[in-house]
């Protein structure tokens, strides 16, 4: 109880200085809040200085600037994010379409990474220091070093280049998503494989492996029925992780095949000013983010009770 | 204490026959004039993917450093008759879209990359180290307090982070080595710490703090080297990781700019001509990967290495 209550009050506590953080990043920026808006919701590009003048005090921005954090998270809460600077839409639509693409981007990926590390870890761990398992670890331990801009022109050469395949942009169907998805899945297969690799070593040596073949079960039969459950714990908590650090989107990859995700979106307001667009942004992100990480943690503490004890995990 | 790593987590193939070499070693009668021969022997039994990692680095480092006498052309040398040439005599890797030699270019451009990618890291490594010893040593509010703001800043995604720097402070080296490094120093911190309240446990320390001597030098003297390996291999897989953000950001516009460039914005310069000339492309790609493997084979060997025994 004391584990969740903790856990509780580190989200919240990273919640409130991520977004009071994020608040302030008006203030860091060139050029007057209350022009911006106004700008933004009447298209005028020459405004009278009353007529700001005006809009700073119906906006709240003339109050101090704990008040004006409070109006701005209790907005946030109830969904109003302003108005994006540039294309003078709703905030929360831009940031809402953007996530469920980005999401499904990520989604993908891992489990294309999962596709193929769950196999392969498993392999190398049963062909343990044979030529398979020293050819599997050294590739998928290489794939870390390999920059996403760099694997992503190379696919689009190959596959919509020169056999014209895929489509080397855009995003208009699952076919689109190959490229994009595939060279996202890189890292985390790495990872996936590694840890496979690792705890299904550990699920070979156990005696209750042993146990089990003892009694008569074949190898498929022991690892199906007793192996698998232990052996892939660590990797359900890797993937979870990675969900909530991919969900932020590859701002790489999202502009090289112009998919319309969070990556991209964020990139265009960095670059544009856009700062209602990166508030929101970011405050989704990390939200989201906190909030994965400590469910799993949960989750882990709840399967594994020697987490739940004195040490935190940190 | 012996800390040899678990060799079936690692490589076990590698492992195995590293320490059966050390075992040879180790049996050879001591002659004078032998300590030589030894540490060549113990380099020998360095695992195969320190060794070709450290041979990788350093070949890097070389040609980095030797590129002002060895580059054959100038970088920003134009050749607009002699544009998108294929690799030839003349021009080892061929041409860029303003006939530029690409060899040259890749050479100079890999100094940036470098250069930028190892301050970062040294600055994110040392700061995270010694706040992260701090806070093991301390306990209390402070070390509560920083791991609380590692939370948050773990919290952010790091190129966003990295771009909005960029775009508030204006592009440039300093911004770019900050707008990394202000998260940069976390994962040292916490990896500081761990290992910091890991060996604070053991009875060496106990034993050198009852005998009267100084915190400072307990941490200098026992903590530091007992924590410097580990502490290096994350440092090496974290380059590779630096070196791909900065490449990043220059892909992106956001890092080094014209009239320098470096990896990152030549292979975004060459995305264009990719179709004719795919070289433009591959080869700034490929010495970020190569350079990015080299330094990560390396911390990765440093992990299966079979240490000496902790110093006490």
């Not at chain 1, 302030?24 to 003048?53: C, F, H, W």
């Not at chain 1, 469920?100 to 769950?118: D, K, M, P, Q, R």
């Not at chain 1, 073949?213 to 979870?240: D, E, I, K, W, Y």
Request: hydrophobic share 50%; glycine share 8%; with cysteine.
């Amino acid at each position: 109880m004391i584990f969740l209550l903790r856990r509780v009050v580190v989200l919240l506590g990273t919640l409130a200085s991520v977004s009071f953080l994020v608040f302030l990043i008006p203030y860091m920026t060139p050029g007057d809040p209350a022009r911006k808006i106004l700008q933004a919701r009447t298209g005028e590009p020459n405004l009278d200085p009353s007529a700001v003048e005006a809009a700073r005090v119906r906006y709240g921005l003339d109050k101090s600037v704990i008040e004006q954090y409070w109006n701005w998270v209790q907005n946030a809460l109830h969904g109003d994010l302003g108005l994006s600077y540039t294309s003078r839409t709703e905030v929360s639509g831009l940031v809402g379409s953007a996530l469920a693409v980005t999401t499904s981007l990520a989604v993908t990926a891992l489990f294309i990474a999962l596709l193929a590390a769950l196999p392969l870890g498993s392999l190398a761990a049963i062909r343990r220091g044979k030529a398979s398992d020293i050819a599997i670890t050294t590739v998928t331990q290489g794939f870390v070093a390999l920059p996403e801009y760099w694997v992503a022109p190379v696919l689009v050469l190959v596959f919509a280049l020169k056999f014209g395949i895929l489509p080397s942009a855009g995003w208009t169907g699952p076919v689109s998503m190959v490229l994009p998805a595939l060279t996202l899945s890189l890292r985390p297969m790495s990872y996936f494989t590694q840890v496979t690799r690792a705890s299904m070593v550990d699920v070979l040596e156990s005696p209750h492996l042993t146990a089990a073949r003892s009694r008569g079960l074949s190898f498929a039969q022991a690892m199906l029925r007793h192996g698998l459950r232990n052996g892939l714990l660590p990797v359900v908590t890797l993937f979870s992780i990675w969900l909530a650090g991919l969900l932020g989107g590859s701002v790489v990859i999202e502009v090289i095949f112009a998919v319309p995700g969070m990556g991209r979106l964020l990139y265009q307001a960095v670059t544009d000013g856009d700062v209602p667009v990166i508030q929101a942004g970011i405050v989704c992100i990390v939200a989201l983010t906190v909030l994965i990480t400590t469910l799993t943690d949960l989750l882990y503490a709840l399967i594994n009770p020697t987490v739940r004890s004195s040490n935190v995990p940190r | 204490m012996s800390r040899v790593e678990n060799p079936a987590v690692d490589n076990p193939a590698v492992d195995n026959r590293a320490s059966g070499a050390l075992d040879g070693t180790v049996g050879a009668v001591p002659s004078p004039g032998a300590s030589r021969i030894r540490g060549l022997r113990r380099l020998r039994a360095w695992p195969w993917s320190l060794r070709l990692g450290l041979f990788g680095v350093l070949a890097v480092v070389l040609v980095l450093l030797a590129t002002p006498w060895s580059a054959p052309f100038d970088p920003a040398l134009q050749d607009l008759s002699n544009r998108l040439a294929p690799p030839g005599v003349v021009h080892w890797l061929g041409t860029d879209q303003l006939g530029r030699d690409v060899l040259s270019r890749l050479m100079w451009g890999g100094r940036f990359s470098v250069t930028i990618a190892a301050i970062t890291l040294t600055i994110s490594a040392v700061f995270g180290t010694l706040l992260g010893i701090v806070c093991a040593r301390t306990k209390g509010a402070l070390d509560e307090f920083v791991m609380r703001v590692s939370d948050v800043l773990l919290a952010f995604p790091e190129m966003i982070v990295a771009m909005f720097l960029v775009s508030i402070l204006g592009a440039g080296y300093g911004t770019l080595i900050l707008a990394l490094a202000v998260a940069g120093w976390t994962p040292f911190a916490r990896l500081a710490r761990a290992l910091a309240l890991e060996i604070d446990s053991r009875d060496f320390i106990e034993a050198a703090g009852s005998l009267g001597f100084p915190r400072t030098f307990i941490i200098l003297r026992h903590l530091l080297p007992n924590a410097f390996s580990p502490l290096l291999a994350h440092a090496s897989v974290r380059f590779g990781h630096t070196l791909i953000t900065v490449g990043a950001l220059s892909f992106l516009g956001l890092g080094v700019a014209p009239p320098d460039s470096d990896w990152g914005s030549m292979l975004a310069d060459g995305l264009p001509y990719m179709s004719r000339a795919a070289g433009l492309v591959i080869y700034p790609g490929l010495a970020i990967f190569l350079t990015a493997l080299a330094v990560t084979l390396a911390g990765r060997g440093i992990n299966v290495r079979p240490r000496r025994q902790g110093r006490s």
